[in-house]
């Protein structure tokens, strides 16, 4: 094997792996900011100010506060994001103590994720609130977790990676974050759409110009060769006639001769 085909069989082997990588990479970047514009968009929709934003099923919040900062593994941290399970009318009076759940906090008018350490019961016996306090906070909270507040369970995970990128991007009070991952990727993602849209119109107007080109030559050579075929069988007809009048000149010359030689 010569130095020219180790060359080539290297450039090969090297643009398959950069066609490869292009590849993953395109996968894992386009999966990426599916995920962050789902995140965006559910809560940017989210309903009100007592709703939590949900994907599938699975609530998320984006931690804000330091109040359930510990050494424990469900202990989470601010910036972090956490998964919570939303709860219907049945499981809200069946949770226990220890669980922690996202309740909108009527003193602090927002939605607030602490411990249950105590539960509050009717004469009846039957559940009306829940007592809630932050693993990190000296005292419980000052008012308790009504039924009708309470919104989820927490299910112990938790991401301080995802809690920065979506904390990011719906940052209402400073929107460059939704601009640079959403907006900006989405009009890059129209003009490349675009830009391929254009250039394949493009490759297949030249193809069908090529095309046509190789349709028109194929065209003129065949006639071409049509009319060498029609002037070789001109030729030869000619030829044939020569020839015959040429055989007939003869005969006729030798008749002639015999009729002189008679006489």
């Known amino acids: 094997m010569d130095n020219n085909q180790v060359k080539l069989n290297e450039n090969t082997s090297k643009q398959k792996v950069m066609k490869i990588v292009n590849i993953v990479f395109n996968v894992f970047f386009y999966a990426f900011i599916a995920v ?4 965006a968009i559910s809560t ?7 709703s939590i934003p949900n994907l599938f099923g699975k609530g998320y919040l984006v931690v804000l506060s330091d109040s359930m900062e510990g050494d424990k593994e469900e202990n989470f941290f601010v910036g972090e994001l956490i998964l919570v399970t939303l709860l219907d009318e049945d499981e809200k009076d069946d949770l226990k103590e220890n669980d922690i759940i996202s309740f909108y906090d009527v003193n602090i008018k927002r939605i ?9 019961k009717d004469e009846n016996g039957n559940v009306i609130a829940y007592q809630t306090k932050g693993d990190n906070a000296p005292d419980a909270d000052l008012v308790n977790a009504s039924l009708d507040n309470v919104i989820a369970k927490y299910t112990g995970t938790h991401s301080m990676f995802w809690g920065k990128v979506i904390g990011f991007i719906t940052d ?9 991952c959403i907006v900006l990727p989405s009009l890059l993602f129209l003009v490349y759409t675009v830009v391929m849209f254009i250039k394949s119109l493009m490759a297949i107007n030249m193809q069908k110009a ?4 190789e349709n028109i030559i194929a065209e003129y050579e065949a006639k071409k060769a049509e009319e060498e075929r029609q002037k070789a069988e001109t030729a030869a007809k000619l030829a044939e006639m020569e ?13 002639s001769k015999k009729e002189n030689s008679e006489e």
């Open 36 to 39: 962050v514009l789902l995140f």
């Open 44 to 50: 940017i929709t989210k309903k009100d100010h007592k």
């Open 112 to 120: 607030n994720t602490h411990r249950i350490i105590g539960i509050v």
């Open 172 to 180: 209402a009070e400073n929107p460059i974050g939704f601009i640079l």
């Open 210 to 213: 090529s095309n046509e080109k």
């Open 243 to 255: 020839a015959r009048i040429a055989e007939l000149t003869a005969q006729k010359e030798q008749e």
